[in-house]
């Protein structure tokens, strides 16, 4: 690796300077959100691919990534806490964390140099295409795209590696000297040799989280019965309060009942004007609409056309 690289990944950062002078660490410098989910575009600034070093002399708390991310141990060691497990990564090693997943890492001293790597969506659905054959990474890259996926982690055990290690020194240079066109084919490249090399694979884990879990089981209610459904009935069949489950659904649909009931309804209105010859006034009655003046309102908002129209254009009869 080439020397002044190591010197520029190894020394303080600003942050970590204020940090050794007794500052806390600075959410705002990471997420606009409340649950700390860390945003991919305070730190891409348009790039398809970037790295930062971990911050060292915290304990870093616990959060989320709206972006998959992969840590590679460039030197010491760094621990991760994920749920009640405990994942120590060695010189070498690397670990990757979708981005439904969320971790605390603890204080890593001077001498613990870990580099994450920051992948964005538009890269990583290139690489995806890819790479749809890999037997290591390919579910857990579409775990990764699904709204309703599970927090997933992938660890390898690569320190004893040489081809892996070699690697990933060529992608930490390139991306530090911004060669872009070779990010997807390093990036590709890793993700084959992880598959080659799966020995090096020492623990994978998919967490329900309570927000997975009740996510899954909203959407199999809702898919079910969605012609019908209420918030009461959906409470007493998942044996919920109606307003604790009001404001589950809230937070982690990010939008109240109603809109995600019509999303489902409006959904199945649009393959019936695709797939069926029912008048448009039974497709209405048989999503479960009986303001008709409502459903038009709606299915052209989001469709951009009136269910007449749409079915002339779209229908596959």
Same mark, same amino acid.
Request: neutral net charge.
């Given at each position: 690796?080439?020397?002044?690289?190591?010197?520029?990944?190894?020394?303080?950062?600003?942050?970590?300077?204020?940090?050794?002078?007794?500052?806390?660490?600075?959410?705002?410098?990471?997420?606009?959100?409340?649950?700390?989910?860390?945003?991919?575009?305070?730190?891409?600034?348009?790039?398809?691919?970037?790295?930062?070093?971990?911050?060292?002399?915290?304990?870093?708390?616990?959060? *989320?990534?709206?972006? !998959?991310? &992969?840590? =590679?141990?460039?030197?010491? +060691?760094?621990?991760? $806490?994920?749920?009640?497990? %405990?994942?120590?990564?060695?010189?070498?090693?690397?670990?990757?964390?979708?981005?439904?997943?969320?971790?605390?890492?603890?204080?890593?001293?001077?001498?613990?140099?870990?580099?994450?790597?920051?992948?964005?969506?538009?890269?990583?659905?290139?690489?995806?295409?890819?790479?749809?054959?890999?037997?290591?990474?390919?579910?857990?890259?579409?775990?990764?795209?699904?709204?309703?996926?599970?927090?997933?982690?992938?660890?390898?055990?690569?320190?004893?590696?040489?081809?892996?290690?070699?690697?990933?020194?060529?992608?930490?240079?390139?991306?530090?000297?911004?060669?872009?066109?070779?990010?997807? *084919?390093?990036?590709? !490249?890793? &993700?084959? =040799?992880?598959?080659?090399? +799966?020995?090096?694979? $020492?623990?994978?884990?998919? %967490?329900?989280?309570?927000?997975?879990?009740?996510?899954?089981?909203?959407?199999?209610?809702?898919?079910?019965?969605?012609?019908?459904?209420?918030?009461?009935?959906?409470?007493?069949?998942?044996?919920?309060?109606?307003?604790?489950?009001?404001?589950?659904?809230?937070?982690?649909?990010?939008?109240?009942?109603?809109?995600?009931?019509?999303?489902?309804?409006?959904?199945?209105?649009?393959?019936?004007?695709?797939?069926?010859?029912?008048?448009?006034?039974?497709?209405?009655?048989?999503?479960?609409?009986?303001?008709?003046?409502?459903?038009?309102?709606?299915?052209?908002?989001?469709?951009?056309?009136?269910?007449?129209?749409?079915?002339?254009?779209?229908?596959?009869?």
């Amino acid at each position: 690796m080439d020397s002044a690289i190591i010197g520029q990944l190894s020394r303080l950062t600003r942050e970590e300077q204020d940090i050794l002078r007794g500052k806390s660490l600075q959410r705002g410098d990471y997420t606009t959100s409340d649950r700390f989910i860390v945003n991919s575009a305070k730190f891409l600034e348009g790039k398809e691919l970037d790295l930062r070093p971990h911050t060292r002399f915290v304990d870093f708390p616990e959060h *989320g990534h709206d972006y !998959l991310e &992969f840590m =590679y141990v460039y030197a010491g +060691r760094i621990s991760h $806490v994920i749920g009640k497990e %405990v994942i120590t990564l060695e010189r070498g090693d690397i670990i990757f964390l979708n981005r439904h997943a969320r971790h605390s890492i603890k204080r890593a001293g001077q001498e613990d140099i870990g580099i994450n790597f920051i992948v964005s969506d538009a890269l990583l659905r290139v690489i995806f295409r890819r790479v749809s054959n890999n037997p290591v990474m390919s579910g857990f890259l579409s775990g990764n795209f699904d709204d309703g996926g599970e927090a997933e982690y992938l660890f390898f055990r690569t320190q004893n590696n040489f081809p892996i290690r070699n690697l990933m020194d060529n992608l930490i240079y390139a991306v530090v000297k911004g060669t872009q066109e070779v990010y997807a *084919g390093l990036v590709e !490249l890793l &993700f084959s =040799y992880l598959a080659y090399y +799966r020995e090096t694979l $020492v623990n994978a884990l998919r %967490v329900s989280s309570p927000d997975a879990k009740l996510r899954r089981a909203v959407s199999e209610v809702l898919e079910r019965s969605y012609p019908d459904a209420t918030l009461f009935g959906l409470s007493v069949s998942l044996g919920y309060t109606e307003a604790y489950l009001s404001r589950r659904i809230r937070e982690v649909f990010g939008k109240p009942f109603r809109l995600l009931l019509q999303e489902y309804r409006l959904k199945a209105a649009e393959e019936l004007l695709r797939t069926s010859r029912l008048p448009v006034e039974e497709v209405i009655r048989a999503v479960g609409y009986e303001n008709t003046s409502h459903f038009y309102r709606a299915f052209q908002e989001l469709y951009g056309e009136t269910p007449h129209k749409y079915r002339k254009n779209h229908a596959a009869l």
